[in-house]
């Protein structure tokens, strides 16, 4: 027997039965806030984003600011392309009247 029959039930993801390809599992992000252009002295903003799927099947939303004076480089780790950053998770609080997760950042400086 190959390794396919065992492991045709095993899923990658959060839960016991998560599956990344199926429709109704993947949570995307569809919609953030625009562009904004804060004046020189304003540190902070409110952001959001919308999800297609609906609150009761996300756990949290979040995002990570680079900043400005941050240099990307390098080639990722072995095997990924994906590079390692250190960046602090902002989470977000869902907001029922918008349908959105929101959250107002306070650390914008120049």
């Not at 990658?12 to 002295?41: H, I, K, M, R, W």
Request: hydrophobic share 35%; net charge negative; proline share 4%.
């Amino acid at each position: 027997m190959g390794d396919g029959q065992l492991s045709r039930a095993v899923y990658l993801g959060t839960g016991p039965t998560y599956d990344t390809n199926v429709a109704g599992n993947s949570a995307e992000v569809v919609d953030v806030t625009d562009t904004q252009y804060l004046a020189y002295n304003t540190s902070s903003a409110l952001l959001w984003l919308k999800s297609n799927v609906p609150f009761s099947k996300i756990g949290t939303a979040g995002f990570v600011v680079r900043p400005p004076t941050m240099m990307l480089s390098g080639s990722g780790s072995a095997g990924s392309e994906q590079l390692s950053l250190n960046l602090v998770t902002h989470f977000m609080t869902y907001d029922s009247g918008s349908g959105h997760w929101t959250s107002t950042y306070n650390y914008f400086y120049r």
